[in-house]
C-alpha cells in the first residue's frame, strides 16, 4: 500500500494516517515528524534543516525529499507507507514519483480529505492546551471540567496564537492556492479520491479502510 493523504490543517488526515499505517502495518511518514527526529539525531539532512529553521525559512525541497527518500527505505516501509501532507507543490510531487520509479514501484491511491471551511475553523479555533503538562482539549470536543483550566496540573489553559480565527484562515488561504494545482495533478493521473471527512473519526476510518482496502499488503 502506497498512499498520500491531503487536506488542510484541521481536517484529520494525521489521525486518520496513524490509524491506517497501525491496521496495514505500513510506515506512516510525516515530513514534520521526520523534520524533528532528523534535527534530534543530527544526521546531516538534519543539521541542513536545522540552519534553515533557526532562521525562520522553509527547508528547501531537496532537504525534504532527501528525508523522505532516507524513510522510504527504512524496513517500516517495507509493506508500503502512508505520507501524511506530502507533497504540498507540483515540484514536490513530480520527484516523489521520480524517486518511486526509481525503486520500481508507484502510488497507488492520493485521498484528498474535505471539510467545510467553517468545520476546519472550528475545530482548530477550538483547541486549547496547558503550557505547563502539554495535555490538549477541545472546547466543544474535548473541554476540562473547569472552563480554561487543565485537568491534571489546574495551569490556566492557551490558544496557539496560529488557531485564532483570523491565523486560520490566512492558512487555509495559502493551503487552497498551493494545493489546488496538486489536486488537478493527481486527479489528472487517475490517482485522486475525494474523502468526505466531517464525521465521526470512526465512520471517516471506515469509509477510508473500504477505499484502501484493494492496496492492503498481501
Do not use: W
Not at 529553521?53 to 525541497?61: A, F, K, R, S, T
Not at 486560520?168 to 479520491?193: G, H, N, S, W
Amino acid at each position: 500500500m502506497r498512499v498520500v493523504f491531503l487536506g488542510a490543517p484541521g481536517v484529520g488526515k494525521g489521525t486518520q494516517a496513524n490509524r491506517i499505517a497501525a491496521q496495514y502495518q505500513v510506515g506512516k511518514i510525516s515530513t514534520g515528524d521526520l523534520l524533528r527526529e532528523a534535527v534530534r539525531n543530527r544526521t546531516t539532512l538534519g543539521l541542513a534543516a536545522k540552519s534553515y529553521m533557526d532562521q525562520g525559512n522553509l527547508v528547501p525541497d531537496a532537504v525534504v525529499i532527501g528525508l523522505v527518500r532516507e524513510k522510504l527505505a527504512d524496513p517500516s516501509c517495507a509493506n508500503g507507507f502512508v505520507l501524511d501532507g506530502f507533497p504540498r507543490t507540483v515540484p514536490q510531487a513530480e520527484t516523489l514519483g521520480a524517486v518511486l520509479a526509481s525503486q520500481g514501484v508507484a502510488l497507488d491511491r492520493v485521498v484528498n480529505f474535505q471539510v467545510s471551511r467553517e468545520d476546519v475553523v472550528r475545530r482548530l479555533s477550538g483547541r486549547r492546551s496547558c503550557p505547563k503538562c502539554q495535555a490538549t482539549f477541545h472546547v466543544d470536543f474535548a473541554p476540562p471540567r473547569v472552563n480554561e483550566i487543565c485537568d491534571r496540573c489546574g495551569e490556566p489553559l492557551v490558544q496557539r496564537s496560529d488557531d485564532r480565527r483570523e491565523a486560520i484562515e490566512m492558512r487555509l488561504k495559502v493551503y487552497d492556492e498551493q494545493t489546488a494545482p496538486l489536486v488537478r495533478y493527481y486527479d489528472e493521473r487517475r490517482l485522486l479520491f475525494p474523502m468526505d471527512a466531517s464525521g465521526a473519526v470512526d465512520v471517516v476510518f471506515q469509509h477510508l479502510s473500504q477505499e484502501l482496502a484493494p492496496y492492503r499488503a498481501t
